[in-house]
């Protein structure tokens, strides 16, 4: 079946250092989209990139979608420590509906 | 407006009971997704509803898991005959429509224990 791996398992950063999660499909995906899951919390969706090669901002994040539509990237600049927690890809396949496959997640900590 | 609901929030069941785990999506939301979360791993997709309709259960288990979504009421995921590896947390999602452009939210969760 689809598969959607992420890289890398964990992360520890030092505030103020940079960090970037990486996501792969075995497949051609929709869409993608991007969560956070605090320790102990729920996921909490980010953004949804839709087209080739796409680009969004939101603050101190880039989120990337390949021009293949087979991978992504999440790169936050400058973490604080607010930036605690796993970050999930999830790619919806082609075909329609809003069905996710998640990838492992890529927990991040981040030492004052 | 009240976010997805899911409960109970912890559930503590003996190896061979029942576990039902209950999810009332966002007001005006008519699609439900349940996921399983093991420790340290990602979610893992289990079933799609609609209101009285099972859409996909492609990643529900053949046996002992079942899911509803009735016309009234908060959609059930039900376990039956727990086994030690059924411990996990269960996370419902909803969305307004089902097609790929909407964001789902998700519920707090339930963590399930079988002893």
């Known amino acids: 079946g689809q598969q959607v791996m992420q890289i890398p398992q964990y992360q520890h950063v030092q505030e103020g250092e940079d960090f970037t999660t990486y996501c792969n499909s075995s497949?051609?995906?929709?869409?993608i989209q991007w969560y956070k899951q605090r320790p102990g919390g729920h996921p909490v969706f980010l953004i949804q990139?839709?087209?080739?090669?796409e680009v969004k901002k939101q603050k101190r994040l880039t989120f990337q979608f390949g021009e293949a539509k087979k991978n992504s990237s999440l790169h936050i600049t400058a973490t604080q420590t607010t930036d605690v927690g796993t970050y999930f890809c999830?790619?919806?396949?082609?075909?329609?509906?809003?069905?996710?496959?998640f990838g492992a997640g890529t927990r991040l900590a981040v030492h004052p | 407006n009240a976010g997805v609901m899911q409960n109970p929030r912890h559930l503590v069941r003996r190896r061979g009971q029942e576990a039902r785990l209950r999810c009332s999506p966002m007001?005006?939301?008519?699609?439900v997704y349940w996921y399983r979360q093991l420790p340290e791993e990602g979610l893992k997709f289990m079933v799609y509803?609609?209101?009285?309709?099972?859409?996909?259960e492609s990643g529900m288990p053949k046996e002992r898991f079942s899911a509803e979504f009735p016309k009234e009421g908060p959609s059930i995921l039900r376990i039956q005959q727990v086994v030690r590896g059924d411990s996990a947390a269960y996370f419902c999602?909803?969305?307004?429509?089902?097609?790929?452009?909407?964001?789902?939210?998700f519920g707090p969760g339930t963590r399930l224990t079988v002893t």
């Open positions: 497949t051609t995906l929709s869409n």
């Open positions: 007001k005006g939301h008519s699609h």
């Open positions: 509803l609609q209101k009285e309709n099972i859409i996909d």
């Open positions: 990139l839709v087209k080739s090669g």
């Open positions: 999602a909803s969305s307004p429509n089902g097609l790929a452009a909407y964001e789902q939210y």
């Open positions: 999830a790619g919806i396949p082609p075909g329609g509906y809003n069905k996710l496959i």
